[in-house]
């Protein structure tokens, strides 16, 4: 089983909707969580961080988390064609290091 | 605003050369890191360092060494360049802690 798994998608939604991406992490000691946005060629950008249970939302974007589910979603509203890009998944504090591990990577895809 | 920077976007050597990827930070960050990534394997971790002078081994560290004199500037070294080495090298750095990571630019490396 892999650390962190994310669908590979691609995930295709309409302009205007909600795309929802989903993480599952295998550690239940885990700390931190992070989404990243990459576009192609690009390196990753920090989207949003979460460390506790619940929601946390900026802007059109809302992190998910629930630690008892090891899984951390991230939605976007009102999804606009600049958002198709690779979205990475993070988690930290695996294994009881201050390692980051990666998720591959959900393609998503925003169609006008 | 947050900054990291590599020394090159792009990079051409050749089979058995020395490499020379530099990352400069200029957020006072503690931890530094070298990942490199490649299509469907996502990111992996080089090396990682927590202080000046203090370094540790990530998952794939053979062929590789870094170097940190100054809390700002982490170097990564290819000590004798393969083709197997062809890769996006992405530097990142963070607080001491669980935190957000930040990302430079990238080095697109090729080595033929």
């Known amino acids: 089983q892999k650390e962190v798994e994310q669908n590979s998608g691609p995930l295709s939604v309409p302009e205007g909707a909600i795309a929802s991406l989903n993480c599952t992490y295998s550690?239940?000691?885990?700390?931190?969580f992070f989404w990243y946005r990459q576009y192609s060629g690009k390196s990753p950008e920090l989207i949003m961080s979460?460390?506790?249970?619940g929601d946390k939302e900026d802007g059109r974007f809302t992190a998910q988390l629930n630690k008892a589910s090891q899984y951390v979603s991230l939605l976007i509203r009102d999804s606009q064609p600049s958002d198709s890009a690779t979205y990475l998944c993070?988690?930290?504090?695996?294994?009881?290091?201050?390692?980051?591990?990666f998720g591959t990577g959900t393609r998503l895809k925003v169609l006008a | 605003d947050v900054k990291v920077t590599q020394s090159s976007r792009y990079l051409v050597k050749r089979t058995g050369e020395k490499v020379f990827l530099e990352c400069v930070q200029d957020?006072?960050?503690?931890?530094m890191f070298w990942y490199r990534q490649d299509p469907g394997l996502g990111l992996r971790l080089i090396y990682f360092s927590y202080d000046v002078k203090m370094k540790e081994k990530g998952d794939i560290p053979e062929g590789y060494s870094v170097s940190r004199e100054k809390k700002e500037r982490f170097s990564l070294i290819l000590e004798s360049a393969s083709t197997n080495q062809t890769s996006m090298y992405l530097c990142a750095s963070s607080r001491q802690g669980a935190y957000e990571q930040y990302f430079g630019p990238g080095t697109r490396l090729t080595v033929t």
């Open positions: 957020m006072d960050h503690e931890n």
């Open positions: 993070a988690v930290n504090g695996i294994s009881g290091t201050y390692k980051y591990i």
């Open positions: 979460i460390y506790s249970n």
């Open positions: 550690d239940r000691v885990s700390q931190s």
